[in-house]
């Protein structure tokens, strides 16, 4: 597996994007959705890897910066064929360690409340996040579990 700087110009990594803002509006009502587009992840505060396995997109996340030392954790997935393989551990692993070497203090995260996303909760959860309020321009919504960590 690598995990490499992705720059969004691939189609592998479009229909792979596609694919994760689709699953979320079958989970979510579309005003507590709030995965980015590819657009949303081209913005120059986020950057983004992909995870590939023998030149096949695994998986993928992305940093969006909040401020001077405080950023939010985006668009994690991993392959449905992939899942509960290691590749998001070792995704977001390393998604800490970057914010580490960018001078960030803080991470947060925003992922559903609702039972279909029980896996990402316990993932961040065995990363030491913690439950907090929402952040950012965050509101409460009974769809979002919030959580946050020092980096």
Known sequence: ???????????????????????????????????????????KEVTFWSVTDGGVVVGCGALKRL????????????????????????LLGHIIGEA???????????TGSAEPFAPARALYEKFEFAYCGPFADYREDPHSAFMTRLV
């Open 1 to 43: 597996m690598k995990i490499e700087l992705d720059d969004l110009s691939g189609p592998e990594i479009a229909d792979f994007l596609r694919a994760h803002v689709r699953q979320m509006r079958s989970l979510t009502p579309v005003e507590s959705k709030h995965a980015l587009d590819l657009e949303g992840l081209r913005r």
């Open 67 to 90: 401020d001077a030392t405080h950023a939010e954790i985006k668009s994690m997935r991993t392959a449905p064929a992939r899942r509960r393989s290691g590749v998001a551990g070792r």
């Open 100 to 110: 580490r070497s960018m001078g960030l203090h803080r991470l947060s995260l925003e």
